[in-house]
């Protein structure tokens, strides 16, 4: 049983428990909402790319169950194999992203090694928009090992296609 409350989100809105504890947050919800719906969406990076770093995150941070069972199902549904998804797991030090994404999330900035790689495949944008996804989801790994938040099923693409 969840630490906090589950407060009640507007119907159209995945009734999921990630989305019910961030509703406490009253204020920041619906703005919250429409930059996570970005981060999923919008960006110029790579949704393999995206769900990468996403996954690492959840490997990487005790309690945040929660946070994988929900994107293994979005990185399947965006191409992402069996052993890409094992890689995030275990990590794996020679796949780019997952080196750079676990140094950000261990020591806050990555190696100059690991940056310059990053900078000859990727674009500033692309850079940005993955920390950006990294931060997000670590802040979200938190919360939901703070709060130890219930498992829901895994949504899986109706998250990133809109429902549809």
């Not at 770093?53 to 549904?77: C, D, F, K, N, S």
């Not at 890689?87 to 020591?107: H, I, M, Q, S």
């Not at 000859?120 to 938190?142: H, W």
Request: proline share 6%; hydrophobic share 45%.
């Amino acid at each position: 049983m969840a630490r906090l409350p589950y407060a009640d989100i507007p119907e159209r809105t995945p009734q999921l428990n990630i989305f019910k504890l961030l509703a406490n947050a009253q204020t920041a919800f619906r703005p919250f909402m429409k930059y996570g719906l970005v981060l999923l969406r919008d960006l110029e990076v790579d949704p393999i790319v995206r769900e990468q770093a996403i996954l690492r995150v959840a490997a990487l941070t005790p309690g945040a169950e929660y946070e994988w069972v929900q994107h293994e199902a979005i990185g399947r549904a965006v191409g992402m194999t069996d052993e890409q998804v094992e890689a995030c797991r275990a990590g794996d030090p020679g796949d780019l992203v997952l080196r750079f994404t676990e140094e950000v999330v261990r020591d806050a900035a990555p190696s100059d090694e690991t940056f310059a790689a990053m900078a000859e495949r990727y674009g500033p944008r692309q850079i940005v928009e993955l920390i950006l996804v990294i931060g997000n989801y670590m802040m979200l790994a938190r919360l939901m090992a703070t709060a130890r938040i219930d498992l829901d099923e895994p949504i899986g693409a109706s998250l990133i296609d809109g429902g549809s």
